[in-house]
């Protein structure tokens, strides 16, 4: 804007109402020359009015946030028609997440079971469950091992299903030599087995290593960064090097 079109826009504006609703004054809002529109009393009532109920309204998504399930029950009648929609929202989410909670932690322990219970507990276990069931008889070790380590992975995991059956009692005639035994499942189809002692490695299994074997099947989310039983082969196989014969230490011997 040059000095003479401001000098003829002040000349103007010195004859013209500042608040009167017109387009020309809201150019000149626009270019600064005339102050904002003063508000009337209507104007000002009306934003003090509605800045009140916004301040009631999260007052009232405040409370029922802060509520229980059984709270919002009972005091729904308090509520307005206008948040109906929000509560009823915000129930549907509590109430997802409290069944969440309750899936993720209705287990914790190692459940013993019969042939009897096998299709109520484990094929219709339910909707994104996975279920771990050990075969095992009383006085083999290695099942007495495992039952050990599958109650600390229980309470580590209470979102799994953990059980554990006599073998002959939930298999009739199941070989002895296949013991223990581990059957996988998730939403009642088989995901993994893991059969005879061999699998297992024998009474040296930690309980780490059966961690990350059911981990692999999905059964747990684990946080270890890689499989333990590879670090001992590592271990094993640096130790057996060390005490090799080096290529020097050979050509020495045979000279002697």
């Given amino acids: 804007m040059t000095h003479w079109q401001h000098k003829l826009i002040c000349h ?11 387009e020309w004054n809201d150019i000149l809002r626009k270019k600064g020359v005339l102050p904002p529109k003063e508000k009337t009393q209507d104007e000002v009532e009306e934003e003090a009015l509605e800045k009140q109920i916004l301040l009631e309204q999260e007052s009232v998504v405040k409370t029922y946030e802060s509520m229980t399930l059984d709270e919002l029950d009972e005091n729904e009648d308090d509520f307005s028609e206008e948040d109906e929609a929000a ?9 997802a997440e409290w069944k969440a909670t309750q899936i993720k932690n209705c287990f914790g322990e190692v459940v013993e079971i019969s042939g009897q219970d096998y299709i109520k507990e484990v094929n219709k276990a339910g909707e994104g469950i996975w279920v771990v069931l050990h075969l095992y008889k009383q006085g083999v070790p290695l099942c007495t091992l495992i039952n050990q380590h599958l109650s600390e992975l229980a309470r580590k995991f209470p979102q799994t299903k953990f059980l554990k059956s006599i073998s002959t009692t939930c298999i009739p005639n199941y070989p002895d030599r296949n013991l223990p035994t581990i059957f996988v499942y998730h939403e009642g189809e088989m995901k993994a087995q893991y059969i005879g002692p061999l699998v297992f490695g024998g009474m040296n299994l930690k309980v780490e290593e059966l961690e990350w074997r059911l981990s692999e099947s999905g059964a747990v989310k684990t946080d270890l960064e890689e499989n333990p039983k590879k670090q001992i082969e590592d271990k094993l196989m640096s130790s057996i090097r060390s005490t090799l014969p080096t290529r020097k230490d050979s ?3 045979e000279e002697n």
């Fill in 251 to 253: 050509d020495s011997e």
């Fill in 87 to 95: 509560i009823e929202m915000y129930r549907q989410k509590r109430l």
């Fill in 12 to 22: 103007q504006t010195a004859y013209i109402d500042p608040n009167a609703d017109t």
